[in-house]
């Protein structure tokens, strides 16, 4: 017979999260939380192999928040107790909104600050001169704001978060990450959030992790139907672009952006509308050689652009098909 799931109100919460959690509407943890969630109470080091969808960010986030809470019971004294290294500043912006929903009843006693974005370092010291409990950043900015002295980590940080390990890698943050580490003290917790277990992964644990409990939670590699959200907007033709940019324009779509289009010719049309809105976006498709397709996915990860406008392949068969028997024609 299987066991019962471990509930929230099960793992020793702060009522203060725990009415959180039931104001987000978590009747049950997921797989990921009810592992992760009382090894990490426990003060141990974590690797997690968990796809996006999974409830990772809480996984963390709570302990976190927990561990926090726990500590200011005894330690009154105002500082940066955890650190959250993201690849990208969308990721950076989606932690920080869960860790403002998770303190909703706390929020006096657990300040968090993202400096993920795109916004000047000098711009940005006076949040971290207020010292926030929880910082939340891109390994190359929370480097600069270390080696600026904006951010002081060697004596107050007691627990480390490095979600989609396995990006940071991808997005070039390798040389960032290892020097980062030179300004951490010895001794802290650290949590390992990756959807692969790829070599630098592993490299990283060995860096970064003690002991570690090592989760493998089996899942399906994408999000079921109920986790998905779809919408349809009915339209004129001519609208179409201007809705997109209404979209965009509004931040009702945002973060890295997938477009597709019927024809070619369409994607770069769609590329210079934007681009007359200061909107980048990059036009990929099979027409084009291997490298540069290569150099835009690279320049797509790294943030250059947030948007990729991709043409359908069956669009492009059908349009070399008929440009094809035009020319047959005009023989």
């Known amino acids: 017979m299987a066991a019962e799931m471990l509930q929230f109100h099960e793992m020793g919460l702060d009522d203060r999260l725990l009415k959180a959690v039931a104001d987000l509407g978590w009747s049950q943890p997921t797989l990921i939380q009810e592992k992760a969630i009382p090894l990490a109470l426990e003060g141990k080091d974590i690797l997690a192999r968990a796809r996006t969808g999974s409830g990772k960010t809480a ?36 932690v920080q909104i869960m860790m403002r929903q998770l303190t909703s009843y706390c929020s006096r006693d657990v300040r968090v600050a993202d ?27 929370v480097l600069a704001h270390l080696n600026a002295q904006n951010l002081v980590l060697h004596s107050s ?19 960032d990450l290892k020097n980062l580490l030179c300004h951490l003290p010895k001794i802290y917790q650290s949590f390992l959030m990756s959807a692969t277990f790829s070599e630098e992964v592993q490299a990283l644990k060995e860096l970064l992790l003690h ?3 090592i989760l493998k939670l089996q899942g399906s590699q994408l999000p079921d139907s109920s986790q998905l959200q779809q919408y349809t907007i009915k339209c004129e033709e001519e609208d179409k672009f201007l809705l997109i940019y209404t979209l965009l324009k509004l931040q009702l ?5 997938l477009m597709f289009v019927g024809a070619m010719d369409r994607s770069y049309r769609l590329k210079l509308f934007l681009e007359q809105f ?5 036009v990929l498709n099979s027409e084009l050689p291997i490298q540069s397709r290569c150099h835009i996915i690279t320049q797509f990860n790294q943030g250059f652009y947030d948007i990729i406008i991709a ?13 094809g028997k035009k020319k047959k024609k005009s023989k």
Do not use: H, W
């Not at 940080?157 to 040389?175: H, T």
């Not at 779509?253 to 952006?257: H, N, Q, S």
């Open 59 to 94: 996984a963390y986030a709570i302990p976190v928040i927990q561990r926090i809470l726990a500590s200011k019971q005894c330690v009154r004294e105002q500082d940066v107790r955890a650190l959250v290294l993201v690849p990208t500043k969308e990721l950076g912006q989606q």
């Open 115 to 141: 400096i993920s974005g795109k916004a000047d370092v000098s711009t940005q010291r006076p949040i971290l001169m207020e010292k926030p409990d929880v910082v939340v950043g891109t390994p190359s900015r």
């Open 157 to 175: 940080l007691e627990m480390m978060v490095v979600d989609e390990a396995d990006l940071l890698f991808s997005f070039g943050f390798e040389a």
């Open 211 to 213: 002991n570690p409990v």
């Open 253 to 257: 779509v945002r973060g890295k952006t």
């Open 278 to 282: 200061g909107i980048p976006a990059c």
């Open 311 to 323: 043409t359908d392949e069956q669009s492009l068969a059908s349009s070399q098909t008929t440009s």
